[in-house]
């Protein structure tokens, strides 16, 4: 029973295009999102969050949308570049529940 | 500027053997927590500690023990190891729980054969 999920596992864009992430999840009693990027033999590294009485949040390329009624997020990123290759974890409140992640290849 | 150290990144364990799996942070960071991740899943949270000498189990807890005797310092110890315990373990530290990003070291991959 996957309380944070994230149904695609991979995802190609062309460079300089946008990449959206989904992730939805179950618990509405979730109160905080974040989410993280990680590159191979490497930890998660964090990337962008957002609280549940926001709707967007925005920093530089990345933007994290939630929408609370459908109990979905998203991570928008403008314009993809190659170094975003990675895998992307999203995961909800204090212990952290992670979604399976998705592995995004920006290619040239 | 180390963050979160691991320790040792590779072993092979034999059926039944012991061993335990170093974490140290340097941030002075309150929380702590092990996760593992197996392949085509997400993190999930083994135990994890709030301060020294308090510790409190995750999602999956069985076949592992944890001890917090310093703010620095949170070993993962597997006391009979198994071939479910095969699994990139993750440990992470973080200044509070909720709200605050998690800083995560760079993993141990574990075989157990």
């Known amino acids: 029973d996957q309380q944070v999920k994230q149904n695609s596992p991979s995802l190609s864009v062309q460079e300089g295009r946008i990449s959206i992430l989904n992730c939805d999840y179950t618990n509405s009693m979730f109160d905080y999102f974040l989410w993280y990027k990680k590159y191979p033999a490497e930890g998660p590294t964090f990337l962008i969050s957002i609280s549940s009485i926001k709707d967007k949040n925005e920093d530089g390329r990345f933007t994290v949308f939630l929408n609370k009624s459908a109990k979905h997020l998203s991570l928008h990123i403008v314009p993809s570049q190659p170094g975003d290759s990675a895998v992307y974890f999203c995961a909800a409140s204090g212990e952290l529940i992670f979604g399976a992640g998705t592995r995004l290849a920006v290619h040239p | 500027n180390a963050g979160v150290t691991q320790t040792p990144k590779f072993r092979i364990l034999k059926i039944g053997q012991s061993m335990t799996l170093q974490c140290a942070q340097d941030?002075?960071?309150?929380?702590m927590y092990w996760y593992r991740q197996d392949p085509g899943m997400g993190l999930k949270l083994i135990y994890y500690s709030v301060g020294a000498g308090i510790t409190d189990k995750g999602e999956v807890p069985n076949g592992y023990n944890v001890s917090r005797s310093t703010t620095e310092d949170f070993p993962l110890r597997l006391e009979l190891a198994a071939p479910s315990q095969t699994s990139v373990y993750f440990c992470?530290?973080?200044?509070?729980?909720?709200?605050?990003?998690?800083?995560f070291g760079d993993g141990t991959r574990l075989s157990i054969l």
């Open positions: 992470a530290s973080s200044p509070h729980r909720e709200s605050q990003p998690q800083h």
């Open positions: 941030m002075n960071h309150n929380y």
